[in-house]
Structures are given as C-alpha cells and as structure tokens.
C-alpha cells in the first residue's frame, strides 16, 4: 500500500553514490517522480532534499531502479546512532583496503625476488591459475560494490565512477587471464600479469573513500552538536505531579519543570521562578541570559542556576532548534552557483574518460613499442583509474557544508547557499536603523526637573499621565518609573492630543506632557527651553515637556540607544571596503544624529517601509552589489530585493523566509563574520575546483602516455589509483580548514 502523499519537503539518504556522476542520476530520477517540484543532491553528506507533493515510497522506488538505495530520514535523527554507521562504514571500508591491499604487497615483493615461476613455465602453469583465483576473490570481496553499481549504471545507460574502476580492474584481470592462457603465442615483453595492480588499485581506493568517510563526517559536526542537544526525555507537571515522559510525548500548553543542569526540551513561555541559560550553542553568545517570568525559554538551550516552570509553546518540528536545524542542512544541500559548473562537468566526464581511454589504447596498439599490446593495455587501464571525477563533485558541496555549519556554531544561520558566494562580493551595505543600529527598546535618557520639583516628581507624573497611553515612548517612561519603584497616581480625564501629547487631571492639577507644540496650544512660553531641546533632538533624542496647570516643570528625554558594538561593526565593514547606508523612517535630525553616533556618513530618513526596496532597487542600477540588514518584518521587501538579505532576529525569531542569512543575536558584529566567511568559503572552494581540475588535466595526458616519448615515463596503475584516492581526501581536508577558521578578528 503506498505512503500518503505529503507536501513541503523531505530529506532522504541516499546510499550507493560513488562521484559526482552519480548526483545527475538521482536527481534525474528524482524529478521524474510526480508531484515533485525541485531536487537537490548533496553528494558531501550523500543525502537529497525533495519538494513537492510526493509519495515518499515513489521517490524511494524512483532512486532505486536508477540503481541505488534510498531511505527517509525523519525527525531529529540520533547523532551517536549516525556516527556509529558512519564507522561501520569506514571500519568496513579499511577491511577491505587490508585484504586487498595485503594480497598485492605480497605479489609484489615475491615479483620483485623472483620467488614466482614464469608465466608459461611448467610450474608456472599450475601456480598462476590460483593467484588469477585469489585475485577474483578478493576483487569480488573488496570491490564488489564497485562492480555491481557499474552493472546497475550500464544497464540504465549511464556511467560513474563505479564504470572506470570496474573497467580499469577487471581489465586488469582479464588482461592477465589471457597472458597466462596465451603465453605461447604473446611476445615475451608482454608476458606480465597485472594482478597485483588490480588488487593494490582497490586496496588504495578503498583507503581513500575510508579517509574520506572520516573526514567527511567531521564536516557535519555542527548538524550533529545541534541535534545532540535535544534532551530524550522532558519532566511534565501533570495531575499535580511530576514526571519523566519521552520528548515526543509532551503536548501544546503543557507545564515543564527545570532543574538546574538541565537542557530546555521545547520551546515556551517561563510560568514561574528565576533562572540564567546558556544560549551559546544557539546564538554563539557565551554570556548567560536571565529569565523570569513571561520569558521565552528555546530548546537545547541549558539551564544554570535556579529550577522553574515553564508552559510549552513549540514542539517537535515548530522548536527553534528543529527550525536552525532545518535550515542548516537546507543550506547545505542547497548549491551556489559555482557548483552548477562543476555538475555540468561531471555529468558528461566519465563517457568523456572512457573515450579517452579507448583512444588511448589504438594510439599505442598502432604506434607503440613491442610489446604494443601491454603498452596499450597498460595506459588506457591507468586513464580509468586515475580519472575519477571524484574530487570535481565533492570541490563544492564538501566547502558549503563546512561553512554552513560553521556559521551556526557562531549564531548565524546562512539559508541559500548562493548567499555564501555573493556576500563577499557585496559593494554597499543598507542598514535599518530601529532594532539594526539601534537597540529598538526607546529608553528615558535625561530628566530635568525644574523649579522647586525633583526628578522623581516629574517621572511620577509623566509616568502617571502615560499609564493610560498606547504611545510606544509611554512603555519606557513606564519601565523607568518602576524600575526606581515610583507609584503612580490615578489619572482622571484623560485626553490623547494626535500629534502633540497627552493631558489629564492628577490630585487637582491640569498635567499636560507632549511636545513643543503641545505647549505652544497651552500658551506656554519656550523662552530659554527652545535651546536645550534643539541640542537634545541633536543627540538623537526625543525631548518631552511637562506642565502642571500653566507652569512647564520638567522635560524628560527619551532615546532609542545605538548597540554598544554598533560602531565597531560599522568601522569592520568600512574596513571590509563597503559603503555603509542607513535607511529609516524617523526624521532627518534624528536620523543624522544616530548615524554619527554609529560613524554612518550617508542617511537616508523619512523612508516607509514599503519604500525601502526602492531604495535598495535604486542602488543596484546604479551598479552596486547590496546586502541589506534589517529585523525581518517590516524590511521583509527590502530583504527579498537585496543580493543578500541579512535579517537581525533571536534565537526563537529563526523561520524569516525572506532573508538569505538570519543572525540569531542582535549584534551587527555578526555581518562582517558573514562577509568574512563567505570570502573564505569562495576562496576554498576555488582551491578545491583549481585542485581537481588541475589534477586531471595533468594527470590524464600524463597517464595516458604522453611524457614516454620525451622521457621514457609511464604512470603505474598502482600509482595511479592512489593518486585518484588521495585527491578526494585532498579535497575534503582542504574544506575542512572552515571549521577552524576564526570568525571577527577582521580580514
């Protein structure tokens, strides 16, 4: 009976892929399947994202009659129960790289002494049957997954890598089937058995894809670290009592105990006591964060010092981490635009080789030295082995993956894999100044109080005043009033002025507080105010006056302060060679007077929110490459429109789909890691395409026989294939310097 069809997304693992040829296989079949919208095969972590209405069975059947296995992968898979197979896999590998390996050392050296008869001898004649015997068992035992998916492509009418070395080794076997059977009538040059090639060929493949297997896995350490911290188990408070029940078993709503040294098991909302987390897995911030109550609290994130209750908000995929989780691996398996290349390469690379390798064998039949049939032989065997596209199909994917997760290790979340390629390449940096430059929480920065009333009777009042307001300035007029513990006194009459303020009766008095204008309605004089106020508008702040009945008794000031490292990310990026813009919707004396402060020399105010696409629109015919930082709601158009939208968002804030990048902190310190890693990224993924390129340009002439003219050189087969093996591990290990690369200590 086949499986529901579902929508969106799923991740399958894709088992028996070998190269990069066999990526274009499985995506082929893939997209084939109906309901399917888009296929990406990521050939590093040998996995595919499918989107679409689709039956997962089909996508399963469609992998497997284009000759390979495929299995979903559902959930928060076990990262100790993934590592373990990925040792299997690799113990299995290096067996098989022994016996092969062991074998053909041991023909070798006894080659090497002479401790074997000649081939055509009379005790040749019995001795070498056996060695071809041996030979073919341990081929079937150490390369029989090569063999069988070259069968399984050949019979689809396709080639991979599995075709070169089943063809380079199983010629070399056949080859030396028919020396020893037709050694009478063979020149006596061509009377040499290559079963030791064969077997050495397998043995130092085998050993490479092990290394590779090993490295490879530490690419997706982050994947692994992240999903290692969902706890198994949450304590749930149900019927007045305390229990232990599995993570999948917790409900919406649901009230969840903490104890101290306890991990976070879904997201919520804290219902009672006092605690700090360390969120640093999360957001990449070390310092600890305190919660009370009504604060959210992310799964994954670990508890420190007190135990509380917390109501559930997000389970299962709706977690935060679930989300970073998903689109760490969305961006892994998604691919820049540099990786198309190499795809297109590679899917027409293998039949390429093969051509290669057959012209190769007529040129030296029909020009070669005697015995021209064993030089003949020999380099179109070396062609096959040596030219695996191996190293080509990993160059990329390997890089992103590294990169990727990288990035989440230090709180940044990079969503499309294109993002990694172009944000280095970014010429002009648009920042939104609210909650961006900005800490996007107005605060009281000044309170004067004048004649015989203090401070603290002008805070009472305005405070008072404001309790009854819905006006954003009012919740930090508030914030300031109860954080110096001042009660508040009963506003009678209340009346919101648009525009100006606010007024209303207090113990008798008329209490007004807004603006100038406010005043100016009153018939209040300014004279010896209007100064003051013009100097703190300058700062960037938003100057209040309040009277009680006809007398102005204080002004109290109200600032949205830039970010204690808002200046220094901007000095990085201006480092980083970019021009900085900031684009808001405030006014231009309060606009000016934030960029300075943030060391901003071009502004941009009165800008609405649906005109900031404009802007970033504008920029860009003009010729600019921008990235865009904004919070991810309002700037959502100027986000989607940007070449990188980069979204300022919280651990929880994580599913903004119309950012390229999210950074799950408030910091802009964040944006030139980004630009700094992308530029590493690029770079190391040039090294590695410049690598396996230059390795088989190089390494197919050479062994195809073109330095024997001049110098007498041919490859060994032997050699070759631990050229071929090693160039993959090459690669990987390359890639792998991202995971050490430090992130904010400039260029």
Known sequence: MSAEVTSDEIRLSILGMRCAGCVSAVEGALAAVDGVTSVSVNFADHSAMVRGLADPDALKQAVKEAGYDAAVMEGLEDPAEQEEQEMQRYRKLMKKAAVAGAFGALLMIAEHFSWLQEIGSAAGQWLWPEIALITLGIMVYSGWHFYSGAIKSLSLGQANMDTLIALGTGSAWFYSCIVIDYSDTLPTLAKHAYFEAAVVILAFINLGTALETMARGKTSSAIRQLIGLQPRTARVVRNGEEIDIPIEQVGLGETLRVRPGE??????????????????????????????????????????????LFKATRIGRDTALAQIIKSVRQAQ?????????????????????????????????AFGPDPSLGYAFVTSMTVLVIACPCALGLATPISVMVAVGRAAQSGILIRKGDALQTAGKL???????????TEGKPIVSMIE???????????????????????????????AAENKHIKLEKALQFEAIAGLGISAQING??????????????????TGYTERLEKLSALGQTPMLLAVDDKIIGIIAVSDPIKKDSAQAVQRLKNQGLRI??????????????????????VRAQVLPQDKAAVVKELQQQGEIVGMVGDGINDAPALAQANVGLAIGTGTDVAIESADVVILQGSLLKVPEVIELSKATVINIKQNLMGAFFYNTISIPVAAGLLYPLFGVLLNPMIAGAAMAMSSVTVVTNANRLRWKKLGEGE
């Not at 098991?265 to 700090?276: F, K, N």
């Open 581 to 602: 813009i900031m684009v808001t919707g405030d006014n231009q004396t309060t606009a000016h007077a934030i960029a300075k402060q943030a060391g901003i020399a071009e």
């Open 509 to 526: 008095q008329n209490v007004a507080f807004g603006n100038e204008a406010l005043m100016d309605a009153r018939g209040l004089k300014l």
């Open 449 to 479: 109080a004048i004649d015989d009333y203090t401070e603290e009777q002008v805070l009472q009042l305005a405070a008072s005043i404001e309790s009854g307001s819905e006006h954003p300035l009012a919740a930090a007029i508030l914030s």
């Open 333 to 365: 398996s998604s691919k820049p635009e540099i990786a198309r290349l190499a795809d297109k390469i590679s899917s027409v690379f293998v039949p390429a080789v093969v051509a290669i390798s057959v012209l190769t064998f007529l040129v030296w039949y």
């Open 427 to 437: 010429t002009c940096l648009i920042l939104d100044k609210t909650g961006t430059v």
């Open 263 to 308: 991990k976070i098991a879904v997201d919520g909302v804290l219902l009672e006591g006092h605690s700090t987390l360390d969120e640093s897995m999360l957001t990449g911030e070390p310092i600890p964060v305190e919660k009370g109550v009504g604060s959210e609290v992310v799964a994954g994130t670990m508890n420190q010092t007190g135990s509380f």
